[in-house]
């Protein structure tokens, strides 16, 4: 059996299981140990407690579930809410200052989390009942929030980030402070399309502006001001290589945690139980992915389909933005279909000696990677962050959300573009404050 031959069925397999259900790691690694038996019988079996151990048993691979428990902190306790709330208080005479202070809200928690599902789910129970309460079409409701969810897997501290860093041996504080500009830059360009967005759907932004006395603008301050002090340190002992990105997610969850304990007086054992075992579950998931994403890739390398892609990739005889576009269609099918950490583990060391000959930088290529698996989670089939908003604006028709959510991923789009024509945008920051990369 030839490997292109081999690799279609093993990922029809893999589509087949993803159909009937099944989670993700399981899917992926039934689908690679089914290839693997049929490849060498059971003889291969001993490989894969090897195998998938290799996957995870890396040390960098602890800054994943601390900066997870950063984020579960944050979004089981009330400190999300107060976020919202200051910025709607402080944007609340700026034209459609609600749903820019949702996406804002997204931005920020962003950067706590560095999770897509949690920011969408933690900020829309607050603010889609908030928005479509003082008339806001649902769509622009639904829409704005699942879009600005996804800029949790950009904005750092991003769990995807460090998996590519991981994958492809590169600096992981390079690799965060390559993602701010941009992620600051489709920021604004998701709340210029909400603006646009709201006009065009008729709301009246001055009818419904309600009005904050300084003292409720400045009530909410002294709560929210330590988690972006927070976030400030973490990434500043990142940037100055103070601090390696294991310690610095450690030191970020602690002081996240007590921070939330002493300020919301959660002393009781329930309410921090529920945050650890939130963490424990999402970082058991994350883990269970990269495991069986690592046994993928050693089944698709033992049936040498990886070598195969790899060469005819290579081999195009073409222009390398031509090359460019084939890789992100490539990523932007794959996003619609599975996970962004499964997609990275099994793709990047493939795509990264192909990109890096090519003559494209590997973090800017790190941040277009990124945006790719960003409109995946609201792009259908799966979309995640489709599927959150479902869950907790269950009043708001499926339709609806999809519909809100599917121009945002034309700006994302366009935010490739604009990295394309002007690569500095992802790569300027990191080279001013660290140098060139070598």
């Known amino acids: 059996m030839s490997p292109t031959v081999a690799g279609l069925l093993l990922i029809a397999g893999l589509f087949v299981l993803l159909g009937t259900g099944m989670p993700i790691a399981f899917a992926l690694g039934l689908a690679a140990v089914t290839?693997?038996?049929?490849?060498?019988?059971?003889?291969?079996?001993?490989?894969?407690?090897?195998?998938?151990?290799?996957?995870?048993?890396?040390?960098?691979?602890?800054?994943?579930?601390?900066?997870?428990?950063?984020?579960?902190?944050?979004?089981?306790?009330?400190?999300?809410?107060?976020?919202?709330?200051?910025?709607?208080?402080?944007?609340?005479?700026?034209?459609?200052?609600?749903?820019?202070?949702?996406?804002?809200?997204?931005?920020?928690?962003?950067?706590?989390?560095?999770?897509?599902?949690?920011?969408?789910?933690?900020?829309?129970?607050?603010?889609?009942?908030?928005?479509?309460?003082r008339g806001y079409p649902s769509s622009v409701a639904a829409g704005s929030i699942a879009a600005g969810g996804t800029l949790g897997i950009l904005i750092p501290p991003s769990v995807t980030l460090i998996v590519y860093g991981i994958s492809t041996e590169t600096s992981i504080g390079r690799l965060?402070?390559?993602?701010?500009?941009?992620?600051?830059?489709?920021?604004?360009?998701?709340?210029?399309?909400?603006?646009?967005?709201?006009?065009?759907?008729?709301?009246?932004?001055?009818?419904?502006?309600?009005?904050?006395?300084?003292?409720?603008?400045?009530?909410?301050?002294?709560?929210?001001?330590?988690?972006?002090?927070?976030?400030?340190?973490?990434?500043?002992?990142?940037?100055?290589?103070?601090?390696?990105?294991?310690?610095?997610?450690?030191?970020?969850?602690?002081?996240?945690?007590?921070?939330?304990?002493?300020?919301?007086?959660?002393?009781?054992?329930?309410?921090?139980?529920?945050?650890?075992?939130?963490?424990?579950?999402?970082?058991?998931?994350?883990?269970?992915?990269?495991?069986?994403?690592?046994?993928?890739?050693f089944a698709l390398s033992s049936l040498f389909i990886t070598q195969t892609i790899a060469a005819a990739i290579a081999g195009m005889e073409v222009n390398r933005w031509v090359l460019m576009a084939v890789i992100n269609l490539f990523l932007l099918v794959a996003g619609m279909f599975l996970p962004p950490v499964a997609i990275i583990v099994m793709s990047a060391p493939l795509l990264f000696p192909i990109v890096t000959q090519a003559g494209f930088d590997p973090y800017w290529f790190a941040i277009v990677l990124t945006i790719n698996m960003e409109i995946g989670l609201i792009s259908p089939p799966i979309g995640l962050n489709l599927f959150v908003i479902n869950a907790i604006a269950p009043n708001i028709p499926t339709k609806e959300i999809l519909w809100g959510a599917l121009p945002y991923v034309l700006v994302m789009l366009l935010a490739i573009v604009i990295l394309c024509i002007f690569p500095g945008i992802a790569t300027w920051l990191p080279n001013q404050m660290l140098g060139a990369a070598l």
């Not at 604004?188 to 003292?215: E, N, T």
């Open 176 to 297: 965060f402070m390559a993602g701010v500009i941009p992620g600051l830059m489709l920021t604004a360009m998701f709340m210029a399309w909400a603006l646009i967005d709201c006009k065009r759907k008729g709301y009246d932004f001055a009818a419904q502006a309600i009005r904050y006395s300084l003292v409720e603008k400045f009530s909410n301050l002294p709560r929210v001001l330590p988690f972006l002090i927070i976030i400030a340190g973490t990434l500043y002992v990142l940037y100055g290589g103070i601090a390696t990105p294991s310690e610095a997610a450690g030191a970020g969850a602690f002081l996240t945690l007590a921070v939330i304990i002493v300020i919301y007086r959660l002393f009781k054992f329930r309410p921090v139980s529920t945050i650890f075992t939130t963490a424990m579950r999402e970082s058991v998931m994350i883990m269970m992915i990269l495991a069986a994403a690592e046994l993928f890739a």
């Open 35 to 133: 290839a693997l038996l049929l490849q060498g019988g059971f003889g291969m079996l001993y490989v894969l407690s090897e195998t998938m151990y290799a996957g995870i048993a890396n040390l960098a691979f602890v800054s994943i579930p601390m900066f997870v428990l950063m984020g579960a902190a944050v979004a089981s306790s009330p400190a999300g809410g107060d976020l919202y709330q200051a910025l709607d208080r402080w944007l609340n005479r700026v034209p459609g200052g609600l749903v820019l202070s949702n996406i804002g809200a997204c931005a920020i928690f962003a950067g706590m989390t560095g999770s897509s599902p949690a920011t969408a789910a933690a900020i829309g129970k607050m603010g889609i009942p908030e928005m479509t309460s």
